[in-house]
């Protein structure tokens, strides 16, 4: 369910960090409460995609099926260089972008003011326009570069919000503890979740 503020559109980035089982659980859950999701997958994000989840797709055969396992005409992938597209614009108004996962050299080109790509050039369109903008590290450990990058990031107005999923709710798969990363993702939207309880609150069926 949609919250009143949100207009239905999202954009979401995938760069070549592991942690590909987080994006596709995200994008999952996010077509079901946006009716449009912009889409940007980096040439790394399809391989480690392939890799980690045995999911082969590339920029020419891409479709939601593929990717989610499920139809979504919603979902519009957006080439990396192709700038004349709705997210490279300030004028489009959109409820959020995310970046999962966030790789160290995407979360260090955005905190320079680099846009060399839509990914990067999109981030600096929610910094400037003031919208929000998760970034979802699972590298580790930092070192003090990527300490810094983060800070000025943060500084800047994005959420930092690292692939670091709890054990209170005793998750019992793997599936769990990705869901945990995932919930507080939509909760950072202001969007409604069924995936992880409020804590001390039962699980709603």
Not at 39 to 51: D, N, P
Not at 79 to 86: A, Q, V
Not at 109 to 135: F, M, N, Q, W, Y
Request: charged fraction near 15%; include cysteine.
């Amino acid at each position: 369910m949609q919250t009143a503020h949100t207009t239905g559109r999202l954009v979401v980035a995938v760069t070549g960090a592991s942690g590909a089982p987080y994006a596709i659980r995200f994008l999952q859950q996010a077509a079901l409460l946006y009716s449009e999701i912009y889409l940007m997958l980096t040439e790394q994000a399809l391989q480690v995609i392939g890799v980690e989840t045995g999911i082969g797709i590339t920029q020419s055969n891409f479709s939601a099926e593929k990717l989610l396992g499920f139809s979504c005409p919603g979902l519009h992938l957006l080439g990396s260089k192709n700038y004349f597209t709705p997210p490279a614009s300030g004028s489009f108004r959109h409820d959020g972008m995310v970046i999962v996962p966030c790789s160290m050299g995407t979360a260090a080109r955005i905190a320079s003011g680099i846009s060399d790509d839509l990914i990067t050039r999109a981030a600096d369109v929610c910094l400037k326009e003031r919208r929000p903008l998760i970034l979802v590290p699972r590298e580790t450990p930092w070192n003090l570069i990527h300490l810094r990058n983060f800070t000025q990031l943060a500084e800047a107005g994005a959420t930092v919000l690292p692939a670091a999923p709890g054990f209170y709710h005793h998750p019992q798969t793997v599936q769990d503890l990705v869901d945990f990363v995932v919930a507080r993702i939509l909760n950072q939207l202001g969007q409604e979740q069924k995936l992880l309880p409020e804590w001390q609150r039962p699980r709603e069926e």
